[in-house]
């Protein structure tokens, strides 16, 4: 099974990526994540993209597609992946459907999370990472069961991301009513689009998700 989940910063891609990838055995393939580690890693790629990420802008389509038609190549794909936060423009899903015809691959379905904008920042600006495994946590909506150790791991080193500040937050946001929204359209032309209400809670959101496969 391959499916895309779709929606604004902070609207729950990861976490509910990271909670599917477990339960059915699928890999979260995350542009984000997969830039970030460029950056890290002082790539060419890293280079090019880190001064567009920390502005809250999209980087380049040739880049993306390139990193996800490469990733898709790889061995554990095969059974199945889950698209974080990729396409985020129409070019990037034109060339998305071309890569999975040639590469013999389909798309299952597209889950649009939907969260209102003001309740995203609170989501962004309070969430913090494990830095050994990369679980997602939130100050108020997600804690570890015990403050200062993550569930996942027991590692206890946290991260913040560069560009979970509010001024860059409302750039991501203006980026993707202009640039990602119009995707809405062009997979819910195809009825290859599922939305789910993103403003329950972590669980219920899932739940949403896991009843809408079961009906696929
Ligand atoms: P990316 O890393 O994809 O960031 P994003 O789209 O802005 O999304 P986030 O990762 O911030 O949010 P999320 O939906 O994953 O939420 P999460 O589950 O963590 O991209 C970063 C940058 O890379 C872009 O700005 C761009 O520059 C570049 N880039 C990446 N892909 C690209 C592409 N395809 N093309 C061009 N450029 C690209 O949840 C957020 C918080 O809320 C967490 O703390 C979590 O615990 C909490 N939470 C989650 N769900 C709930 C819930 N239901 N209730 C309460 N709290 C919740
Ligand atoms: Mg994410």
Redesign the pocket.
Same mark, same amino acid.
């Given at each position: 099974m391959n499916l895309i989940?779709l929606?604004?910063? *902070? %609207?729950?891609? *990861? #976490? &509910? %990526?990271?909670m599917l990838g477990e339960a059915h055995d699928l890999v979260q393939l =995350?542009? $984000?994540?997969?830039?970030?580690a460029a950056v890290d890693a002082g790539t060419k790629v890293g280079k090019q993209?880190k001064v567009?990420?920390e %502005? $809250?802008?999209?980087? =380049?389509?040739d +880049?993306?597609i390139g990193i996800?038609s490469e990733r898709i190549d790889e061995p554990d794909c095969s059974t199945g992946f889950i698209l974080? *936060?990729?396409?985020? #423009?129409v070019a &990037?899903a034109e060339a998305l459907d071309e890569l999975l015809v040639q590469k013999n691959k389909k798309l299952d379905v597209v889950f649009e +999370?939907r969260?209102d904008d003001e309740?995203?920042i609170k989501? +962004?600006t *309070?969430?913090? #990472?494990c830095a050994n495994c990369g679980e997602?946590?939130?100050?108020?909506?997600?804690r570890p069961e015990q403050d200062g150790i993550c569930d996942k791991c027991s590692g206890t080193e946290f991260s913040r991301?560069k560009?979970?500040n509010e001024e #860059?937050?409302r =750039?991501?946001l203006t %980026?993707?009513h202009t640039q990602t929204v119009p995707l809405i359209g062009y997979y819910g032309n195809s009825s290859r689009l599922k939305s789910v209400d $993103?403003?329950?809670? +972590?669980d219920?959101?899932f739940k949403q998700i896991e009843v809408a496969l079961t009906e696929l």
């Open positions: 989940l929606g604004p910063p *902070g %609207a729950g891609k *990861g #976490t &509910q %990526a990271r =995350s542009t $984000g994540d997969m830039l970030r993209a567009t990420m %502005a $809250g802008k999209l980087v =380049s389509d +880049i993306v996800i974080d *936060g990729f396409p985020r #423009t &990037q +999370i969260v309740r995203l989501r +962004i *309070g969430r913090f #990472t997602g946590y939130h100050e108020e909506f997600r991301r560009d979970d #860059t937050v =750039s991501r %980026a993707y $993103g403003m329950l809670e +972590i219920s959101v």
